[in-house]
């Protein structure tokens, strides 16, 4: 089930209201119907696949009692914990990766002279949301494990925690210590935190429907015929595809914390304004917050972090971001896309800025940003934009092309709408869009954070006008990071 | 919670307040001129209407109508006359118009290239072969005086049946309460228009349960040509019926058509039994510019332009040949 759409719109009424008057009975009664919802939630796209996650949260259950058990045998405690990652990243790497190592593997051969028939690729269908509620699962035995977490007895409670229908399919990735510890308890409405909720949900929607889609046919047309196209809409359809995939991504995190709320659960917040960061280290502090904590908890830190020497860090750093990149998507491109990245840090690391920027934001007590700032940010979107060449493109020869095409035809041409519609239209969208966003830069939890009633009505009647404004039905409306 | 309540639901209806003043304020609605089927059984518009008409979610096209005393979107008003030469021209909704401004019509520019006559426009959204012949019979009176008569025939659409029935369901529909609601409540008209309704009527009608999956199945080639070989002789069939139905006068009448969408045994048969008719394939084809609008497929200010000439020089040909007799 899709949050933009109809059953949505139908379903998230009619669960609040029997959550808060129906089941309200007390919290294990409610966590029941979490637990039902979601897995109608997931259900919808194919039944089939809640086998998956019923499977993932019997099988990280059992081994959280059981390395909770063995807390004093390090040994015991160890090979339990390896039960889990391994259950988790084989149900990953068997539906995710194992058409693609298939693949590498026998291209591999042929670069070697020998041809291998591709006998063993199978048609593996991509589980929704994989690898967000098997790293989700992951992180409740590895806590158990660092012994920050207290396994629950509460089955059930456990099951609403991996499959909490707001954030089941595309994050952001919580983990056990928070979500967990709000599922088990009481949860009693608050008017305040609903009103948020609606607030996050409205601007997630703005994101998604303005933003994201009315791009998308526009990157997709320059990328699908970069080859007939001029540097300019080159770098264009890169830069558009930068707000595309930010507005998809942060829309989705935004709709689902906001719904999350509806329920009284709070989750941690997924973006805090990435387009606005003065380096790439501070950029990751900003972007997919929940994966790049993920990392940082369970594999940086646990290699040494930066406890170690610093050639030993960057081996870290390097480590993260590649395997950051593998878990975006079965590719190569995305592991360049990683290794990118990583090259981008790098520098940044070695001149101990990468924590510089970790407490502030742009402008911190200024309303306007300085010139620097501004050169650092415009800086900061070069290079992810530019890196987002090979996340988007099919292909790492296809990226390479893309990129060849940019300095081999460096020319200037009006690029034109696939629809023919006015591309004005959408460069004001943006420049009002970064204009507000920069306005709200402080709280990334409440879009709306103006003293006037009026104002604020005035900004909610806009952001409706505008998704009305810029609505396309023709447009596919799966959001870009449940492919992940 | 009841605050909550109380509160979202108060902000709902006050936003949807301001998006119905927001609508209206920059006409980003359609209208639709009231639809009525007269005595004579023909289905057209309400006779003296005018408004605009609006394409997109963003006024990316706006055009004014005006619907004359005969019920049909024209500058000007029928009077055929022994004296006058006049020239009709039936179809859907590309001689209909609403996509462009009613002064600029192609009846306006073929009657800015000959002076001498008047462009009677009978277009109407939906009109197929069975709605014109039955027309032109209806108003025999009005066509005995017509000297020439253009019919555009879009061959994949306007032959599917043999026999003309008014649709009084479709029309009683729209007059109905409802759909008068839905017309004047302005951001119903708009979110109707732009599709934002669509997933609810589709699940209301189930029919976002039913809808077939697109990849599934698809017919061989052998089962195309198969189909398209029995609806071709389906639809000549229908064309030498309604014909006989409703009478066609040779001499008078000449088909506007697009050859490269229409079935070469079908202008064969045209060809042979002496049914005229214009083709303005080559003229689109040879064209530099585009000949249809960008957010839908009628044609613009230059397609219409085109078909004029077209038009024009066949009726200077046709008036000479008469001046000659």
Same mark, same amino acid.
């Given at each position: 089930m899709l949050f933009n759409s109809i059953e949505f719109l139908l379903f998230l009424p009619v669960i609040f209201v029997l959550y808060w !008057?129906?089941?309200?009975?007390n919290v294990r009664i409610q966590n029941v119907l979490i637990v039902m919802a979601s897995y109608v939630f997931y259900g919808w796209w194919d039944w089939r696949f809640l086998l998956l996650i019923f499977l993932s949260t019997i099988v990280d259950y059992f081994v959280g009692q059981k390395i909770y058990s063995h807390l004093n045998n390090k040994a015991k405690r160890k090979s339990w914990l390896y039960v889990s990652v391994a259950f988790n990243l084989i149900l990953l790497g068997f539906f995710k990766y194992y058409n693609f190592f298939i693949d590498s593997f026998i291209d591999m051969f042929s670069l070697a002279g020998y041809e291998i028939k591709s006998i063993w690729t199978l048609k593996v269908i991509l589980p929704v949301g994989i690898s967000f509620y098997t790293f989700q699962t992951m992180s409740y035995t590895f806590d158990i494990y660092y012994k920050k977490l207290k396994p629950t007895k509460d089955f059930i409670a456990f099951m609403a925690f991996v499959s !909490? !229908?707001?954030?089941?399919?595309?994050?952001?990735?919580?983990r056990a210590s928070n979500l967990l510890l709000q599922i088990t308890n009481n949860r009693t409405f608050k008017y305040e935190q609903a009103t948020s909720g609606i607030k996050l949900i409205l601007w997630g929607f703005f994101k998604k429907l303005v933003i994201a889609d009315s791009l998308a046919p526009i990157v997709d047309d320059i990328f699908a015929?970069?080859?007939?196209?001029p540097a300019s809409t080159l770098i264009l359809g890169v830069c558009l595809f930068s707000f595309q995939v930010y507005g998809d991504f942060s829309g989705y995190s935004d709709i689902a914390i906001g719904t999350a709320k509806l329920f009284g659960v709070e989750l941690m917040s997924n973006? =805090?304004?990435?387009?606005?960061?003065? %380096?790439v280290a501070e950029y990751w502090q900003r972007w997919h917050i929940s994966l790049s904590t993920w990392f940082r908890h369970y594999i940086y830190i646990p290699l040494g972090g930066s406890k170690v020497s610093k050639l030993k860090s960057l081996r870290n750093i390097w480590i993260i971001f590649l395997v950051s990149g593998f878990w975006h998507g079965a590719n190569w491109t995305f592991v360049f896309w990683g290794g990118l990245h990583a090259l981008f840090y790098t520098p940044v690391f070695l001149m101990g800025r990468n924590r510089l920027y970790s407490k502030s934001v742009i402008a911190q007590n200024s309303i306007l940003p300085t010139p620097i700032e501004i050169i650092q940010i415009l800086i900061t979107f070069i290079l992810v934009s530019f890196s987002r060449i090979f996340f988007r493109s099919p292909t790492l020869s296809a990226s390479f092309d893309y990129i060849r095409r940019i300095y081999n035809n460096f020319s200037y041409e009006d690029y034109m709408h696939p629809m023919g519609y006015r591309m004005l239209d959408f460069y004001i969208v943006l420049i009002f869009f970064t204009i507000y966003e920069y306005l709200i830069r402080?709280?990334?939890?409440?879009?709306? =954070? !103006? %003293?006037?009633p009026y104002v604020r009505f005035f900004i909610y009647t806009i952001i409706i006008f505008s998704i009305l404004l810029f609505y396309d039905d023709n447009v596919n409306r799966s959001f870009i990071y449940f492919q992940f | 919670m009841k605050k909550f309540i109380i509160k979202t639901s108060v902000y709902i209806l006050l936003i949807l307040v301001m998006l119905e003043m927001l609508i209206r304020l920059f006409h980003l609605y359609t209208e639709d001129p009231p639809r009525i089927i007269d005595e004579y059984g023909v289905e057209k518009r309400k006779p003296d209407h005018n408004g605009y008409s609006v394409t997109g979610n963003r006024n990316q096209n706006f055009s004014e109508f005006n619907i004359n005393k005969d019920g049909f979107n024209s500058y000007r008003e029928y009077n055929p006359t022994e004296n006058k030469i006049e020239v009709a021209i039936i179809g859907d909704s590309f001689i209909e118009g609403f996509h462009q401004d009613y002064n600029k019509s192609i009846g306006k520019k073929i009657e800015d290239s000959i002076t001498e006559i008047e462009i009677y426009e009978y277009g109407y959204a939906g009109y197929d072969l069975a709605n014109q012949l039955h027309l032109i019979k209806s108003y025999k009176e009005q066509f005995k005086l017509i000297d020439v008569i253009v019919i555009y025939l879009n061959y994949e659409s306007d032959l599917s049946r043999s026999k003309y029935t008014p649709n009084t369901d479709r029309v009683a529909m729209l007059s109905s309460n409802l759909f008068k609601i839905r017309d004047n409540i302005k951001l119903l008209s708009f979110t109707s228009k732009i599709g934002v309704l669509d997933p609810v009527k589709a699940f209301i009608t189930g029919k976002a349960f039913t809808e077939e999956n697109e990849g599934g199945y698809k017919t061989n080639e052998v089962d195309q040509v198969e189909k398209k070989i029995k609806r071709d002789l389906k639809y000549l069939n229908n064309f030498i019926s309604l014909v006989n139905l409703y009478g066609y006068d040779k001499d008078k009448t000449v088909m506007l058509l697009d050859s490269r969408k229409t079935s070469s045994n079908f202008l064969a048969y045209c060809d042979a039994n002496n049914y005229n008719y214009i083709d303005f394939a080559s003229t689109f084809e040879n064209?530099?510019?585009? /000949? /249809?609008l960008i957010y839908d497929w009628h044609w613009n200010d230059h397609g219409r332009t085109l078909i004029a000439e077209l038009l024009s020089n066949y009726l200077k040909r046709k008036l000479n040949q008469k001046i000659n007799e």
């Open positions: !008057f129906i089941f309200n009975k !909490f !229908f707001p954030q089941l399919v595309a994050g952001p990735i919580e015929n970069y080859h007939t196209y973006f =805090k304004f990435p387009n606005f960061s003065r %380096n402080k709280d990334e939890r409440n879009p709306f =954070k !103006f %003293n006037s | 064209s530099k510019k585009p /000949t /249809t």
